[in-house]
């Protein structure tokens, strides 16, 4: 990972991104700690837990997505779509397997996105900008009011304990350490990296870079897939509107990650410190009782500060 | 007055690149840096220009403490650096590229017909006055370039003015008015730092030269108490006996037969065979269609007509064959990349890598190759100088074993040294019973390093030589299309 770790010089020492965001996760849970009382409450740190789990989803899938130098922001509507799909089949279908059609919706999102990206060479902005609408729109085609599944089994995956940890949370941290070793280990994880580097000179190396293009939004599909299907598992309903600007969210956890716009530059345990920081700052600011609207503006100012600093 | 370097050091990520560098520059001298490729010249020029700062020591103008924080501090201080690489914005004249915002103007709009004779005043004035400033930069040849980008660098009147490779595209007059400009900035007070790989040019200009290997400065001497051959020496650290190797033996079976290969616009009907153990050389002008004939072979193009040709790189690299490409930056390395990441993208194998051995193999193919500076494997490839950039296109093939290697232009931009070490890896290569393939404009490289030559004039094979044979004069008649 030596190679997609950002670094950057500090006071003539190499310390890397991943370090930074540690230290600011660390200094953001010692301010709550000691000026909240609810902080550290199990029912705080358990919200907290299941509050990261769609942004995290969304995150990674977001910068594998990155990683080839593109961009998904399909991902919030992917979410209220999947959501819904699973809830509205699960009166039909068994829970599970209403589950997975509503990930695999998501997966099929992704592919569509990734072809349209990788073999008609269209701009991923503008794919993803169109798929956004059109995912939306079809969400709300599916239903436009909110769906209630009738069988509160449905609500089991959301609300599932391992011990203290959340099982949506055991998910999540399971997607974020096979998604550490796809990205370091494999030949495709390497390859989606060098795509974002140089496209042309990883196809002269023999390497298909149209699949691993299209696997790369394939994989963000199947993460917002997930993520809509555990919210709408978490919270009990599922709502046509729900998600919009997630994808804002996972784009800004990313870059606080020191992931590079351009492509080829990026980390998975420093996406994941981004994903905490916005966890952690909104329930920090909520603990406070501050209004939401004051919650978007500091976000924004967070992301510019951590860019400023990264800068060379 | 002088510019003075004090035990300069520069590290990436902890890879020692500069060691305490010292020299001194008089103003109204022309200081030539020579040194084999990854010696440490192209970081001692971003230091100078203010691009990269210094790890450690300091910079002395006039016996003021100097610290550069970035190119524009730089040129603040009166340096001016022209790099190899051009930055003139391609779309806009070459008088909007001069002046750069600094425009002549009447009732607040900028005066045209003002600014374009003060454009045309300057390229006058520096020699340059074959360049027409309403031109757009993106339509003038490279060399025109090259002169615009020094004349940008002059428009500002330096003190100090880095020149680096100048010359590397320049030829004939071109070439002749950049001597007389450099040697008429020195007699103005100026001190030109020249960087170039043309020790004949450094010997003609230079009043004093610098020779730096591996980061150190290991000689500074004039040209008056040196050689060409002294020189190649103390950069190598070796004697070059020999530039090129010994004859090859018969070659044997075919391994690659291209056969009547046709690509619309690009090259027609071209038939020849590559066969185990041979080197086999490729010269044609620019636009002959050499590259693209090997790019197309490599199957990174679809061929029109004709057989030989691969269907895609991968089935290409499946039977053997490798491309190193001509453009290393663009189409041979992912700049951002460790040397170790890059050298390994073509032996990617899983399911899950592993990591251990393809840090022994990639070391070894390092250590073999000599990729310097030493310990360079973690290290962003585009911080390596440009030969040993070549040199990690190269150890990312050989790692795959090829049958066929074809290699467009792989000495451009490489110092002599480094060129003998890659003419030593082709000759071995081709002694192992590997079939090169070996384009190159260079007449003396394509006669020197290869067994025979195929000479290539519009997108057709003109002539085939044998390089005992044959003559620089023979094969360019050829690529002419005179010899027809």
Known sequence: MTAASPRLVLRGRDVTVEAISAAVVVLLVVVAATTSDTFLTSVNLTNLLKQMVTTGLLAFGMLVVILTGGIDLSVGSVVAFSGILAAGLSAGLPIPVAMVVGVAAGIAFGLVNGTLVARFGLAPFVVTLASLTTIRGLAFVYSEVPVTPSDPAFLTLGSAMIGPVPLITVIMAAVFVAGG??????????????????????????????????????????????AGVVLASRVGIAQPSVGVAFELDAIAACVIGGASLSGGRGSVRATFGGVLVLVLINNLLNLYGVQSFWQQVLKGLIIIVVILVRRK | MSLVLRGVTKDYAGVGVLHGIDLEGRFGEVLAVVGANGAGKSTLIRILAGAQPMSAGEMRIDDEDVRLRSPHDAHRRGIRTVYQELTLV???????N??????????????????????????????????????????????????????????????VLILDEPSAVLSGRDLDSLFALIRRLRERGVLVIYVSHRLAEVLDLADSIVVIKDGRVIETTEPARTSEDDLIRLMAGRKLEQIYPDRRPEPGEPRLEVSGLTRAGEFHDVSFTLRAGEVVGMFGLVGSGRSELARCVFGAEPA?????AYGSPAEAIAAGLALVTEDRKRTGLVLGMSVRDNIALTTLEGPLIDLAGQRERIGGMIDRLGIRPEGCAPMAVEHLSGGNQQKAVLAKWLLKNPRVLLLDEPTRGVDMATRVEIYRIIDALARDGVAVLLISSDLTEVIGASDRVLVMAHGRIAGELRSDQTSEDEILAHSMGTLI
């Open chain 1, 181 to 226: 070793v796809f990205l370091s280990r494999t030949p495709a994880g390497r390859s989606v990296i060098a795509i974002g580097g140089n496209a042309e000179t990883v196809r002269l190396a023999g390497i298909d870079v149209r699949k691993h293009v299209i696997l790369a939004y394939a994989i963000s599909g199947a993460c917002a897939g997930l």
């Open chain 2, 90 to 96: 391609p779309g806009l004249s070459v008088t909007e």
């Open chain 2, 98 to 159: 001069l002046l750069m915002g600094d425009f002549p103007r009447r009732r607040g709009l900028i005066d045209w017909p003002a600014a374009h004779a003060r454009a045309a005043a300057l390229l006058e004035s520096i020699g340059f006055g074959a360049i027409d400033p309403r031109t757009r930069a993106e339509h003038l040849t490279v060399a025109r370039q090259q002169m615009v980008e020094i004349a940008k660098a002059l428009v500002t009147e330096p003190r």
């Open chain 2, 304 to 308: 029109g007509a004709g057989s030989g």
